[in-house]
């Protein structure tokens, strides 16, 4: 009986108008290989069965892809455990199987077809392989499992998008693909201080960076205009220091509750959150809520206007380095993650020896939290700390300064500001957004290489990438949205694919499939003229 409505569903899928067809290639970011089986595509239907190893972060993976799938397909996609059903194969014809496989290069079953074995895929790298009876996702990490996913979740056609049920043909390209990402650090940043956003937002946000499979959520916390995370030890940086935003809004801040929800939000897709409270300069909201820290102690108004570089924490108090050791220890325990971001931009009234010395001390505060030193490129004239990485904002690659500070030990992420900057406008009569780094359409945050994009600084001291996206003008998340897609994917692909796949051309052809994906989920996006959508 099973056999035979397993064969009605299939009839009745093939009845419909078959959707536009997914090649199996047709991935964003691009994978490292795929090899296409044209007569082995797979469909799925009302009786496939999820199956996933015992382990539980592999077994979240599988509640994350049926709770993708679900709502469109209007399927079961009940969730199996492997071993067992390996045991009593009869449970499905067709199953979408999730294996984390051992690092053990003699398990490696796949070496034989030519491509990376197993044990290659390292830590976020996974395989596909997808056969008329069978999906099957390997790797070594949960991580990879879930890039895996987001790479089948594009093979499918953009109606799975849905929210609510869609008749449609579930067809998955035949073939295989091995893929792992070119770069580490692969991530975008919000500026929720010009702007304050709903914890909501922000998890939104999370899920467009995992499914292009970035792996960091930083989260500019605090700025002149807003003071967002609650500190215990300080209360009135958010009670006060959170009430305000650019253009006078009423602001907003996380609690430590809140906080914590988009960190677990945020791990179960395998995005690391990277909080920056940002020192000595753009800081004041702080001195409103606590002008004992102003140099002077006199208390400055709130700001809610969009200059920067005129205030700064009085670096020759002592109570000051009280003031980021508690605040820098609250946010780092709240943080599981290995990165703590000190800011350190445009800090224009701290300078020479005042501001290394005092970026010193905080980089030693930061060291005895455990947690490793990010900040913005201006930090590199302060001494090298264990691990430091400088996130480099500038439009010109030709930077000796900063490649002596790699030659010091110092890795990069690259934020180059013409290229990666979410918030210069696309054009000129784009409604929102800057243009001091220029006009970035999708082309121009496309056309560029990491691995060479600064003068004698080798690839390997390039830790990642990130786009930030400064909120200044940006107060909605249709807004956020629309800043970030299209340009957030190809970000992503200079983060994750091999040199080798690099194309403009190929690019956009592919990026144009994802307008129908956005539309079908109900997010915003610009409709570049640079992308030929359908
Ligand atoms: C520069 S880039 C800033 C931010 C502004 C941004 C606007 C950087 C580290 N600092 O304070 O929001 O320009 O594009």
Redesign the pocket.
């Known amino acids: 009986a099973a056999e035979l409505a397993r064969t009605a569903a299939r009839a009745a899928g093939a009845q419909l108008a078959p959707p536009a067809p997914v090649a199996l290639g047709d991935v964003v970011p691009a994978p490292e290989r795929v090899v296409p089986h044209p007569a082995a595509d797979f469909t799925l239907t009302a009786d496939t069965v999820l199956r996933v190893s015992a382990d539980p972060a592999a077994r979240d993976v599988a509640a994350l892809l049926a709770e993708l799938l679900r709502p469109a397909t209007g399927h079961p996609l009940p969730i199996a455990d492997a071993a067992l059903a390996d045991a009593a194969p009869t449970d499905s014809a067709s199953p979408l199987t999730l294996t984390l496989a051992a690092a053990d290069p003699v398990a490696a079953d796949f070496v034989a077809d030519g491509l990376p074995a197993t044990a290659e895929l390292g830590v976020e790298g996974y395989r596909l392989d997808v056969t008329p009876t069978a999906v099957r996702i390997t790797a070594l990490t949960p991580a990879g499992l879930l890039h895996g996913v987001q790479t089948l979740r594009q093979l499918l056609p953009a109606a799975v998008e849905s929210r609510t049920p869609v008749t449609e043909r579930w067809t998955v390209p035949g073939g295989t693909i091995v893929d792992r990402p070119r770069f580490a650090y692969r991530g975008a940043m919000l ?1 929720v201080a010009r702007h304050f956003f709903a914890v909501d937002d922000v998890l939104r946000v999370v899920d467009h960076l995992a499914r292009y499979k970035l792996n960091h959520l930083h989260l500019h916390l605090t700025d002149d205009q807003g003071w967002r995370i609650a500190v215990d030890t300080w209360p009135r940086l958010a009670t006060v220091g959170g009430a305000t935003g650019v253009g006078g809004g009423t602001g907003g801040w996380y609690t430590k509750d809140d906080y914590r929800r988009i960190v677990a939000y945020a791990a179960r897709r395998h995005v690391t959150v990277v909080p920056e409270i940002d020192l000595p300069g ?1 800081t004041n909201a702080a001195l409103v809520a606590y002008p004992e820290l102003a140099p002077g102690k006199v208390p400055p108004p709130p700001y809610t206007g969009t200059e ?1 570089g005129f205030s700064y924490v009085d670096p020759a108090d002592e109570r000051t380095y009280d003031f980021v050791a508690d605040v820098v220890g609250e946010v780092a325990a709240l943080t599981p993650g290995p990165w703590l971001h000190i800011g350190g ?2 800090a224009f009234k701290v300078k020479g020896a005042t501001y290394t010395g005092f970026v010193e001390r905080a980089q030693r505060i930061v060291a005895a939290t455990g947690k490793t030193v990010v900040g ?1 490129h201006q930090l590199a004239p302060a001494a090298h700390v264990d691990g430091r990485v400088l996130q480099w ?1 500038g439009t010109n690659g030709d930077d000796p300064d900063i490649a002596a500070a790699v030659r010091r030990g110092d890795r990069l992420i690259l934020s180059p500001g013409n290229h990666a ?1 979410l ?1 210069m406008k696309y054009a000129p009569d784009t409604p929102i957004g ?1 243009d ?1 780094a220029g006009l970035i359409d999708v082309r121009r945050a496309y056309d560029w290489d990491p691995g060479t994009h600064l003068t004698d600084v080798p690839a390997e001291a390039v830790l990642g990438v990130e786009a930030p996206l ?1 909120t ?1 003008s940006v107060s909605t998340l249709a807004d956020i949205e629309f800043l970030l897609l299209p340009r957030l994917p190809a970000l992503a692909e200079l983060g994750w694919s091999p040199r080798a796949t690099h194309d403009w051309a190929g690019f956009r052809d592919r990026l144009a499939g994802h307008g129908a994906r956005w539309t079908a989920a109900g997010i915003t996006f610009h409709r570049s003229p640079d992308v030929p959508w359908p």
């Open positions: 500026d753009h920067v931009d445009e913005w904002w900057y918030d800057h001091w400064w200044e």
